[in-house]
């Protein structure tokens, strides 16, 4: 199975409302997460573009695992047999 199928991946990756259930996640989980792997270096002003790059990649981590689980999840559902 690759990433971007017959099935719609990408159509259902960036549909609304995952994409704003992935912004939450990345906005509530973010900020710990860059407080646990930066936080250090941000109290102690040791901010560079390389640091900035990795804070942004920080904060893409929440919003991919987000996006992933929401369309594994949706996926499953339309191939789960109705029961009604």
């Not at 002003?45 to 904060?59: E, F, Q, S, Y």
Request: proline share 5%; net charge positive.
């Amino acid at each position: 199975m690759t990433v971007v199928d017959d099935s719609g991946w990408l159509a259902l990756a960036t549909s609304p409302s995952v994409v704003r259930r992935a912004v939450f996640t990345m906005l509530l989980v973010g900020p710990i997460l860059i407080s646990i792997n930066h936080g250090d270096a941000l109290v102690h002003g040791d901010v560079d573009a390389a640091r900035l790059m990795k804070i942004g990649l920080t904060l893409l981590v929440p919003y991919c695992v987000s996006t992933m689980s929401t369309v594994a999840t949706l996926r499953s559902l339309r191939m789960r047999p109705r029961t009604d």
